[in-house]
Structures are given as C-alpha cells and as structure tokens.
C-alpha cells in the first residue's frame, strides 16, 4: 500500500543510546518531515527535508540528526537519548505545491529510561 | 513565523448533537492552507478537512464543515450529528501556499472531543 512506513512502532532506550528511526515513502513526495507529539504541546518539528541531499532545522531540533539521501527514507537519528526526548514520533510527507495535507506514518512511541 | 491557537483542551458533546472546535491562527502571509487533523486514540493522523485561504467558501465534509474568518484568523470546525466515533484528538494547523522551505505544517496544541452516549 503507498504511503509513509515508519519503524519502530515501539521503543525502550536507555539513557545515553543512540538509535534510528527510520521513515520510508513511496509517493515520490519530495517533502518529509518529523514531528514529535507531547501531550499539551501539539506536534513539534524537528527537521524537515525539501529534497534529496537537503534538510533543514525546525523548532526542536537538537539531540536529533538526519539526513535525506533519497526521495523515498528521511531517517530520523538520536545521538545520545535523553528522558526529554520520550515522545511520540510522526514521520510526514508531501509534494511541497501540494494544497492537501501531509501523508502521515502511524507514529513511534519512544521511551526513554 | 506563523502561529495555531486553540484555547479549549477538552470540550464534551452528547451524541447525535453539534460541536464546534475553534482555532485561531496568526500569519503575515496571503495565501495559505489550513486543516484539521483528527487523532483517535490508534494514534493516526487523519486529514478532516481543509481551506484554501483564497476560497470564501466554506469547506465541507459529511458532517464535518467549517467557519473560515479570514480577516478574524478564524478557523472552527463544526461537528453535526456527533457519533461515538468522533471522540478523538483534534489538531488545527496551518500550511503557507508558497511550497518549498515554506511547506511545514503548523500545529495547535490539540483539543480532546469526548461524546457522551
């Protein structure tokens, strides 16, 4: 089915690890992004991606990495888990012209420990 | 930068009646898109409904419609005929129409709509 796969759809850290969540779609949408969703907050960008080879910071972005080498998987990285950073993640994407909404992928719930 | 209110974290409504989610939103930009997003508690994002800034016309969906104030930077949502199914999470956001670096997706904090049997 076309759409936005993420992986893992659960996760136990410890503090310290590093891990990647990965994000794959088959839409050939050149815009992806990931959100990270905490309860009273709404959904927070971290990074988002306008194409292959480019990707930008969006409002939480520190402790996260990514990178974008193409179209199809924006993966999502943390370098060094924090309890912060225990969260619920949404990978999304969509042509960047396009006037409907983002295609989402069905979340990862990270915990932090 | 552009910002999404939505001032009400819990609203209530009896089944079979009608409920209105407001939201408002803060943007120098002309022309632009806004949506509400439902989330149930399976975790999905799902596209309710959507605005062109540029349409005066209201959005509609089913029994899902909106009340697009463009001058007031109002964007509520309207629920008739309220089933079990739409207690859920409800997400306003909003998109630039100018694509490219502008393309992110702007989100409200979210309300949660229970409905009573």
């Known amino acids: 089915n076309a759409g936005v796969t993420q992986t893992p759809k659960f996760q136990v850290l410890k503090t310290g690890q590093s891990m990647t969540l990965q994000c794959a779609q088959d839409?050939?949408?050149?815009?992806m992004s990931w959100y990270r969703q905490d309860p009273g907050m709404g959904l927070r960008l971290i990074h988002y991606?306008?194409?292959?080879?480019?990707?930008d910071q969006g409002e939480v972005p520190n402790g996260y990495n990514v990178s974008r080498s193409t179209t199809e998987d924006f993966p999502l990285r943390l370098l060094s888990a924090a309890p912060s950073q225990t969260s619920v993640y949404f990978c999304?994407?969509?042509?960047?012209?396009?006037?409907?909404?983002?295609?989402f992928g069905s979340g990862t719930r990270l915990t932090v420990v | 930068a552009q910002t999404v209110t939505q001032s009400q974290p819990e609203m209530s409504v009896q089944e079979a009646e009608t409920v209105t989610l407001s939201c408002t939103y803060d943007?120098?930009?002309?022309?632009?898109?806004l949506f509400w997003y439902k989330q149930p508690p399976s975790r999905q994002m799902i596209l309710v409904i959507r605005?062109?800034?540029?349409?005066?016309q209201n959005a509609t969906e089913n029994r899902f419609s909106v009340n697009f104030q463009k001058a007031a930077k109002s964007f509520s949502l309207k629920i008739s005929d309220s089933q079990l199914g739409d207690a859920a999470m409800y997400f306003c956001?909003?998109?630039?129409?100018?694509?490219?670096?502008?393309?992110?997706?702007?989100f409200g904090k979210g309300i949660t709509l229970s409905v009573r049997p």
């Open positions: 999304a994407s969509s042509y960047s012209l396009d006037n409907y909404g983002y295609t």
């Open positions: 605005q062109e800034a540029y349409k005066q």
């Open positions: 839409m050939n949408h050149e815009y």
């Open positions: 943007t120098s930009e002309s022309d632009y898109y």
């Open positions: 956001a909003y998109r630039s129409a100018y694509g490219g670096a502008n393309s992110k997706l702007t």
């Open positions: 991606s306008v194409g292959a080879g480019i990707t």
